[in-house]
């Protein structure tokens, strides 16, 4: 369908109400998760970067197939092994109309970097950012690092005098600022109103600097918790797409002729962690003052206990993939000598308690979120059931993400669930962030909650990031991997699925990192 121009929209608005809504290529989509912030550098999560994806640019993007492509630079290049040079896209604007320069990347730079930020991990390797002039930007590292273009695909870039003006100079997690509820990007969409909770109102930037793809004048984002409400909102028209859509209404999907199921594979594993530091546990009586989780022996018996084929075939209806490590089969750097996991053996599980000193078992809490990944307050029910086979009596502790994240911060939890997607698809970024040992200075391990620490893993972390010949580097990769199976530092589950349900007369993409890129919609 033809583009309407927004002032035709508007005029045939005031006449024709209800024609202009079936012509104007409005879209209106539902998930479970609203973001938190409209904040690029509060919070590192998918549903946050995700969604300002749309909004806000980086240097850097991913194209269709997950390639990294130019953004707002048009290209870049190393310099030596010192860092990267990037040369910026000239004639952009932000949604206010300011004109973007270098002055916004270092800005966005020392802002993303903070230790206010949550995103501050992805410049650890970087020691100075240096303007060259007002459309060229250099890097420098503090040793060479060939993946670093690919690791700041989701840097976003915000106006320095916006941002300024507007108090928001550093982000904030916890508070709110301007940029919690407001944006100002360069990106296809322009933030019109935000009710959290409620919907967020996304139009088309018709001053963006790239070719449209789309044919949407107005997107609304409405988060829905509960699945059931989300697919009854599809099939009466009240959305015009959904994600994901459950695993048990696949089916009924698939069968309507008015609706399309576009099914993938996400490259999210997911997994369970550990409190490794934690001194005792939350919920248990009979282990006060320890810690069971600290014994490897206790943590081989939690993945013995748990059968994850039976997770995918009853809970994901099949409709997904057993994990081994802490990274999909699509990532760079997967290992294959580390792809064996532990068999579900209930008995070898109750072998391994008594043999660690528990021999009668013991209670503690499992913590999990209800509303961020598919199916997740299941899982954990699932689990707990089969850890209690094993001598293992969980008490759940389900909550809505926006309580789950502060919690986990906070050290709240026994075990708990969580999901990573690498967002550079190689398999150092969950080495870098739930694997290295937290070092805020370093800017590493920040979503390392549980706070496992391996020397050996922290020596090879830079190794792995500065190494260029791809047998070494893989040999390094390798070794971690066997670390984190060997160790358990986490029991990997599943690879998630990607489960998207539209009305028919939408095209998309639909991309490994689930990210829905309004910018490749087309309604018909």
């Given at each position: 369908?033809?583009?309407?121009?927004?002032?035709?929209?508007?005029?045939?608005?005031?006449?024709?109400?209800?024609?202009?809504?079936?012509?104007?290529?409005?879209?209106?989509?539902?998930?479970?998760?609203?973001?938190?912030?409209?904040?690029?550098?509060?919070?590192?999560?998918?549903?946050?970067?995700?969604?300002?994806?749309?909004?806000?640019?980086?240097?850097?993007?991913?194209?269709?197939?997950?390639?990294?492509?130019?953004?707002?630079?048009?290209?870049?290049?190393?310099?030596?092994?010192?860092?990267?040079?990037?040369?910026?896209?000239?004639?952009?604007?932000?949604?206010?109309?300011?004109?973007?320069?270098?002055?916004?990347?270092?800005?966005?730079?020392?802002?993303?970097?903070?230790?206010?930020?949550?995103?501050?991990?992805?410049?650890?390797?970087?020691?100075?950012?240096?303007?060259?002039?007002?459309?060229?930007?250099?890097?420098?590292?503090?040793?060479?690092?060939?993946?670093?273009?690919?690791?700041?695909?989701?840097?976003?870039?915000?106006?320095?005098?916006?941002?300024?003006?507007?108090?928001?100079?550093?982000?904030?997690?916890?508070?709110?600022?301007?940029?919690?509820?407001?944006?100002?990007?360069?990106?296809?969409?322009?933030?019109?109103?935000?009710?959290?909770?409620?919907?967020?109102?996304?139009?088309?930037?018709?001053?963006?600097?790239?070719?449209?793809?789309?044919?949407?004048?107005?997107?609304?984002?409405?988060?829905?918790?509960?699945?059931?409400?989300?697919?009854?909102?599809?099939?009466?028209?009240?959305?015009?797409?959904?994600?994901?859509?459950?695993?048990?209404?696949?089916?009924?999907?698939?069968?309507?002729?008015?609706?399309?199921?576009?099914?993938?594979?996400?490259?999210?594993?997911?997994?369970?962690?550990?409190?490794?530091?934690?001194?005792?546990?939350?919920?248990?009586?009979?282990?006060?003052?320890?810690?069971?989780?600290?014994?490897?022996?206790?943590?081989?018996?939690?993945?013995?206990?748990?059968?994850?084929?039976?997770?995918?075939?009853?809970?994901?209806?099949?409709?997904?993939?057993?994990?081994?490590?802490?990274?999909?089969?699509?990532?760079?750097?997967?290992?294959?000598?580390?792809?064996?996991?532990?068999?579900?053996?209930?008995?070898?599980?109750?072998?391994?308690?008594?043999?660690?000193?528990?021999?009668?078992?013991?209670?503690?809490?499992?913590?999990?979120?209800?509303?961020?990944?598919?199916?997740?307050?299941?899982?954990?029910?699932?689990?707990?059931?089969?850890?209690?086979?094993?001598?293992?009596?969980?008490?759940?502790?389900?909550?809505?993400?926006?309580?789950?994240?502060?919690?986990?911060?906070?050290?709240?939890?026994?075990?708990?669930?969580?999901?990573?997607?690498?967002?550079?698809?190689?398999?150092?970024?969950p080495i870098r962030f739930l694997v290295t040992t937290r070092n805020d200075e370093r800017k590493l391990g920040s979503w390392n909650f549980g706070g496992y620490s391996n020397a050996r893993v922290d020596e090879l972390l830079p190794q792995i990031q500065q190494e260029i010949e791809p047998d070494s580097r893989q040999a390094m990769l390798d070794e971690v991997a066997g670390i984190v199976r060997d160790d358990v530092v986490y029991v990997p589950l599943h690879i998630q699925p990607l489960l998207w349900g539209s009305k028919a007369n939408i095209d998309l993409t639909q991309r490994a990192d689930n990210f829905l890129m309004l910018r490749w919609v087309t309604v018909d």
């Amino acid at each position: 369908m033809t583009k309407l121009p927004r002032r035709e929209v508007l005029f045939a608005a005031a006449l024709f109400a209800s024609a202009a809504l079936a012509e104007a290529a409005e879209l209106r989509w539902s998930s479970p998760t609203d973001p938190q912030t409209m904040d690029p550098h509060a919070v590192s999560s998918a549903p946050v970067l995700g969604f300002l994806n749309n909004v806000y640019e980086g240097l850097v993007r991913r194209d269709k197939d997950m390639a990294i492509e130019g953004s707002l630079a048009e290209s870049w290049e190393p310099l030596g092994g010192d860092g990267w040079r990037f040369h910026l896209r000239e004639g952009v604007t932000f949604h206010d109309g300011a004109d973007f320069t270098a002055e916004d990347v270092l800005f966005s730079y020392e802002r993303a970097s903070s230790e206010a930020s949550d995103v501050s991990s992805w410049f650890a390797p970087v020691r100075e950012v240096n303007v060259v002039d007002d459309y060229t930007v250099d890097f420098l590292t503090n040793a060479p690092d060939p993946i670093f273009p690919d690791s700041i695909a989701n840097f976003l870039i915000m106006d320095k005098d916006w941002a300024t003006a507007n108090g928001a100079t550093l982000p904030a997690k916890e508070t709110q600022t301007h940029a919690t509820l407001n944006a100002n990007g360069t990106g296809p969409f322009k933030l019109v109103s935000r009710e959290p909770g409620v919907e967020t109102v996304l139009e088309a930037n018709d001053g963006w600097w790239d070719e449209p793809q789309h044919n949407l004048t107005r997107a609304t984002f409405i988060p829905v918790a509960n699945p059931a409400t989300a697919v009854a909102a599809l099939l009466s028209g009240q959305v015009d797409l959904i994600d994901p859509v459950p695993v048990q209404d696949v089916d009924r999907i698939k069968r309507n002729d008015g609706l399309t199921l576009h099914q993938g594979i996400e490259a999210r594993v997911i997994m369970l962690g550990f409190g490794h530091q934690h001194d005792g546990l939350t919920a248990s009586k009979e282990t006060a003052g320890k810690n069971p989780f600290q014994d490897v022996r206790v943590r081989q018996a939690v993945q013995k206990a748990i059968n994850a084929e039976a997770l995918v075939d009853k809970i994901m209806r099949g409709n997904a993939e057993v994990a081994s490590q802490l990274v999909s089969t699509q990532m760079k750097g997967y290992s294959e000598a580390a792809s064996d996991r532990l068999a579900y053996d209930p008995e070898g599980a109750r072998a391994l308690l008594a043999e660690a000193g528990y021999p009668d078992g013991f209670s503690f809490g499992l913590s999990c979120p209800n509303d961020r990944y598919i199916n997740d307050e299941a899982l954990c029910k699932a689990m707990t059931a089969m850890l209690a086979q094993a001598g293992m009596k969980a008490t759940l502790k389900a909550m809505p993400v926006r309580n789950y994240w502060p919690e986990l911060r906070a050290g709240n939890f026994d075990m708990y669930l969580l999901g990573w997607s690498p967002g550079t698809f190689d398999a150092e970024h969950p080495i870098r962030f739930l694997v290295t040992t937290r070092n805020d200075e370093r800017k590493l391990g920040s979503w390392n909650f549980g706070g496992y620490s391996n020397a050996r893993v922290d020596e090879l972390l830079p190794q792995i990031q500065q190494e260029i010949e791809p047998d070494s580097r893989q040999a390094m990769l390798d070794e971690v991997a066997g670390i984190v199976r060997d160790d358990v530092v986490y029991v990997p589950l599943h690879i998630q699925p990607l489960l998207w349900g539209s009305k028919a007369n939408i095209d998309l993409t639909q991309r490994a990192d689930n990210f829905l890129m309004l910018r490749w919609v087309t309604v018909d």
